[in-house]
């Protein structure tokens, strides 16, 4: 490499320049001002930044299930100060070495993953090229600061028809979620209707208790008070009485509803029979 004769130069903070005496390397120069006799075969052949700098690399390869796959590596690298002089003279180009070395291993590594782990495994990735980075890297006087697997991008139809999957299974706990939400309505409403019909059980059998105590009550004083009638007699009498006051309510109401019952003084017994032996089996409860 070639150098201009010049007698002095400054070299920034995030630098470091190399310093040659008759083309041969001779010293590192650090941040500052230096001076370089020309006339002896000193000068200054470059100057290298020290500066993180970062490279973009994109990588297409294909997944163990054979889907292919671009996958994109940001490399962030820097000059070893004290190594300056390998990166400077080592080198020719460095971002087309560190390409190269991204592209062999996550091509090598890669169609051993399928593509679904490949999302979860990103970080492996990134570590084995970080490590092959700075195995070779670091013998070129360059440090390998970071590796980030950033972006995985597979093919189009491929990507639709992912998104069909999780759509679909989404839909799927969706309906399962829905069903479940329904038996435990329908199991609910059973239950509170098997609830409701346990209490109008229960205020049946407490109204027809209570019925039978008033008609007890109703019987025992008739008895007390007209001499001479059995209980059987009064309780005749009550039952008829409730059956004309029945008809009575009946033709009293404003709904216009007709109803045909039995009439006459066989069926009027027969009811008396049949309201009795009602009562009898409510006692007997």
Known sequence: MGCNAVFCACIDHASVGVVQKWGRFMRLATPGLHFFNPFKGECLAGVLSTRVCSLEVCVETKTKDNVFVQIVCSTQYRVIRESADDAFYELQNPKEQIRAYVFDVVRALVPRIPLDELFEQKGDVAKAVLEELEKVMGAYGYSIE???????????????????????????????????????????????????????????????????????????????????????????????????????DLGDSSNKTTVFIPHGPGHVKDISDQIRNGVMEAQSI
């Open 146 to 248: 970071q590796i980030l697997v950033v972006d995985i991008v597979p093919d189009e139809s491929v990507r639709r028809a992912m998104n069909d999957i999780n759509a679909a299974h989404r839909l799927q706990l969706a309906s399962v979620y829905k069903g479940e939400a329904e038996k435990i309505l329908l199991v609910k409403k059973a239950e509170a209707e098997a609830e409701a019909k346990h209490l109008a059980g229960v205020g049946v059998a407490k109204q027809r208790q209570a019925i039978t105590e008033g008609l007890r009550e109703n019987v025992l004083n008739f008895s007390h008070t007209v001499s001479g009638t059995s209980a059987k007699e009064v309780m005749d009498l009550i039952m008829v009485t409730q059956y004309f006051d029945t008809i009575k």
